[in-house]
Structure formats: C-alpha cells, structure tokens
C-alpha cells in the first residue's frame, strides 16, 4: 500500500487547520487584552474598571476603587476615533490615554446646561469620547465614580499639615496671623463624605516633620470657637457656582471652606490631572468670619509630644 502520496497530501491541510486555530487565538487575545500606558494588562470589560460597583439605569456605577497607583482601570480604547476619558479639574478638557483634548463648543454647551440643571455626573464619569480632529465632539458617560469611592482613594486614612487663621481680639478672621495645624482623617466615609478632626485642638502633637506643634486652646487666638470646632468632614462638589468650578470643600459644623487644588477629578484618578502642592481654603461667604485653612498632605507623625 503506497502511503507516501496521502500523507503529502495531509501536511498542506494540516499546516492551514494550524495556521487558522493560531489566527483565531491570537485574535481572540487581542480582543481580551489591551495594554494602558504603563504596558500592564488593562481588564477586557468595563465591569472590571472598579474593585466593585453596581449599575443603576443601565450605567456603571463604582462604589469601590482598587488600591494603588491605579484605582480605576480601563480598557483598552476602541479605535483612535473613540477613547475613553474622563473631565479635568477646572476646565473644559477631556483627558486620555494619548493625552488632553479640548471639547467642542457643542459638548461644552451640553455640559454648562447639566450643571445649571443640577446634574453633575459628567464630572464624575468616565466617558467614551468621540474625536474629530483632534477635539471631542461627543461624551458618552459610560462609569460613574460614587463620590465615596473618589473620597476614600484619595483621603481616607492620611494626614493633612499646615496653617489655620487665628482669630482676633474683635473676635474676626481678618488679621494674617496664623497657627500650625493638623488634621487627620477618617479611614472611611459616611453619607458621602470623609470625616476628619484637628488632632492639636486640645493637645500638643508631633508634626510630619518631627516638630511638636502646639494646641490651639492653649493661645487667646485659639480660631476654633463656636460652630468652628475639632470635628470637620470633605465633600467633593462639582461645578459649584458654575460649570467647571470645581471644589473641595471643608465643612465645619455650620459653614464651609472651599479650594480648588486639592479637588480630585476622575481624571486625577487616571493620573492626568495631579492635586496642587497646597488646598488653600477661605470660608464661603465672607472670609473673615471664618478662619482661613492652608493644607498639604503629609505622612508620618501623630501622637503627643
């Protein structure tokens, strides 16, 4: 029996079964695994963007972030015409993967007429961007971020130091004396914001640098009187007086401290859009009749001294 001929004849169809079975695996990974800017695997479906999330009206939602440098993942972009993105702080730009973009006349209208209806998930979204010559035409807001979660990844547990106005013998906050201070905030969140307290209000502490910085109720200046006490929470307000102003407000127990440096965006989750070097605060309303607050996070100290 002559074999030689059928088995020629098998390699050629054997050779393209290999071939396909390699192709379609190969296609296969592509569409599962994209690599981020950092060239490590980014997960093949939104659901996996977040540590946990749920989805309300047919929308992501993130009630959790993962730890790290990277609390939320994305996929890979669609095509160089649709990418994912997320809204700066402070300004109508989108921010990417490939870099910023600036909106379009037509998106920046949308957005201001969101805000002034109230509706300010767009800055906590992740949006899928539709791009035309280099600028976004189109948003699609596909996660949103609960405020918690942004709270939690980029608060919860640290410290912030720095200078807190002192109140003058009129019983004002007019004068540019200050006092150090430190706050220490909590490791989790409740109804949306992070709560937090002055740890040097009634006792000296030990401050990141190794000082000991003074309590506050041992000076006649002490600024924390009346509704101005130890206990203090963050909120995260998008677009507070009008679109793109964005702040990180300090409450007290009545009125608030407002600044934009230290608001995190979704963006600043995505690392393209950094806090400032220092949260400048003055009361809203009228400055002086609120101690004015200037804050840095720090790491270390703690404890009496």
């Known amino acids: 029996m002559n074999t030689t001929s059928r088995s020629r004849l098998r390699r050629p169809a054997t050779a393209v079964a290999i071939a396909a079975l390699l192709l379609t695996g190969c296609q296969a990974g592509e569409a599962a695994t994209h690599l981020d800017a950092t060239g490590a695997a980014a997960p093949a479906r939104l659901s996996d963007v977040c540590a946990a999330s749920t989805t309300r009206d ?78 976004v035409t189109k948003l699609e807001p596909v996660v949103i971020v609960e405020k918690s979660a942004i709270l939690r990844a980029v608060f919860a547990g640290r410290a912030m130091e720095g200078t807190i106005g002192a109140r003058t013998a009129r019983g004002d906050y007019a004068s540019r004396k200050t006092l150090p201070v430190r706050f220490e905030l909590a490791g989790s969140t409740a109804d949306g914001r992070l709560t937090g307290r002055i740890v040097n209000a009634t006792k000296a502490v030990r401050g990141a640098k190794g000082t000991c910085l003074p309590a506050l109720d041992r000076t006649q200046s002490n600024p924390l009187v009346g509704g101005f006490t130890a206990k203090v929470s963050l909120d995260r307000v998008p677009s507070m007086h009008a ?53 840095r996070l720090v790491k270390g100290g703690g404890g009496t001294c």
């Open 243 to 295: 679109a793109f102003n964005d702040e990180l407000v300090l409450e007290w127990s009545t009125g608030s401290n407002m600044g934009d440096a230290y608001y995190p965006s979704i963006a600043t989750l995505l690392g393209g859009d950094p806090l400032g070097r220092i949260w400048e605060t003055t009361l809203h309303g009228t400055p002086s009749a609120g101690p004015p607050v200037d804050l």
């Open 58 to 135: 047919g929308v992501l939602h993130c009630t959790k972030l993962f730890r790290g440098s990277k609390p939320i993942r994305l996929p890979g972009d669609p095509s160089r015409t649709q990418r994912y993105g997320a809204l700066k702080r402070g300004t109508p730009t989108l921010h990417t993967r490939a870099g910023d973009l600036p909106l379009s006349a037509s998106v920046v209208k949308r957005l201001k007429a969101a805000f002034e209806n109230g509706r300010a998930d767009d800055a906590s979204a992740v949006h899928l961007a539709t791009i035309v010559k280099g600028t």
